[in-house]
């Protein structure tokens, strides 16, 4: 694999496992010594077989569907159900493994390892990450007012995209709607709440945990889901420590485009300035398959200006510091120099 041949070239160097493992510790949130051991397991793990196995079974699943749709073909009054992997009748996750690896376990260590990368060549100067993913979106847990889909089946289905690997998940309101909004608007009843509640923190965390990234779309939640700006759970995404971005869903039917929603979610209650920078490079650093930015030259100084304009050298130094945390590079020697970390793990080197 790609990613399997890259680390081996990277890695080849006295001192580079360890180099690498220091910034996948900050990552994971692992002791040192935990990331270099789950460094080892990631370059030792079956993925081919696990492709292969992967491969196997969507010809398996394909040739079941084929004969049921002939079934019905033959006897219309047959009900219509789908070939499908293995799911958990409760939350619909993906169950089914792949040479002994989930897909949920794949991406998520891949995220990781691949944001390791980007931070030691940001760090360095020299050049570690040049990786390319798959990278994978679903639009999942938007359509709050849909009477057909109840609070609880829209966590599930948040809940089997992350089982499923997406790197991002569109929309996602379910994860981060007040419940007591739900219990105004007539989606859960106020004996609900609690159990709902307790759901929904429990997929925020595995979401979260699995570095799975929210597309906040402000005005499509707003106008679809007739929530208000404060209802909308941007900040409550930003308070939860989630990856967000901000998007704009669908620019011609809604007559918005990146601008007009970036000022929109920089008014929304409890965002501030250093949250709105977070987003906007959460955008550029979680695009699909950390594919290499063909502007990158032209962008990275345009949004180095913008960030550093019209701040006091405290606001500097605090955004500079709130970009290291979140972005997990060691503050340099200066707001300005760490911010060019940042901008370097954000765009790639």
Do not use: C
């Amino acid at each position: 694999m790609m990613m399997r041949e890259h680390l081996a070239a990277q890695l080849r160097s006295p001192g580079a496992t360890t180099a690498l493992a220091e910034r996948l510790a900050r990552v994971t949130g692992k002791p040192a010594a935990e990331a270099e051991a789950f460094l080892a397991h990631f370059q030792a793990a079956p993925y081919e077989a696990a492709l292969a196995a992967t491969e196997r079974r969507a010809n398996d699943l394909r040739a079941k569907d084929d004969a049921l749709r002939a079934r019905r073909k033959v006897d219309p009054s047959e009900p219509w159900r789908a070939a499908l992997p293995d799911m958990d009748p409760f939350t619909g996750q993906l169950a089914e493994r792949f040479g002994g690896l989930s897909l949920e376990e794949i991406a998520a260590q891949t995220r990781s390892v691949t944001e390791a990368l980007n931070i030691w060549s940001a760090e360095t100067g020299a050049h570690h990450g040049d990786v390319t993913t798959l990278g994978m979106t679903m639009h999942a847990g938007e359509q709050l007012l849909n009477d057909k889909v109840k609070p609880m089946d829209l966590l599930n289905q948040v809940d089997q995209a992350v089982s499923m690997g997406t790197d991002r998940i569109g929309h996602a309101l379910i994860l981060g709607i007040d419940p007591d909004v739900l219990v105004q608007k007539g989606k859960l009843k106020p004996g609900e709440r609690d159990a709902f509640a307790a759901r929904q923190r429990a997929v925020r965390d595995r979401a979260r945990a699995r570095g799975v990234v929210i597309e906040t779309n402000m005005s499509s939640n707003i106008e679809i889901s007739n929530l208000t700006d404060n209802q909308h759970p941007a900040s409550r995404f930003v308070a939860e420590d989630m990856r967000v971005t901000v998007n704009t869903d669908d620019e011609t039917v809604l007559g918005t485009n990146m601008a007009k929603e970036l000022h929109r979610v920089s008014e929304a209650r409890g965002v501030t300035r250093n949250d709105l920078a977070t987003m906007i490079l959460e955008g550029y650093r979680s695009r699909l398959g950390n594919r290499e930015l063909a502007h990158r030259d032209r962008i990275k100084p345009a949004l180095r200006t913008a960030l550093l304009r019209g701040v006091s050298g405290d606001e500097a130094l605090a955004m500079a510091n709130h970009l290291a945390h979140y972005f997990h590079v060691a503050p340099a020697a200066s707001p300005a120099a760490t911010v060019e970390r940042v901008l370097d793990v954000a765009l790639g080197m």
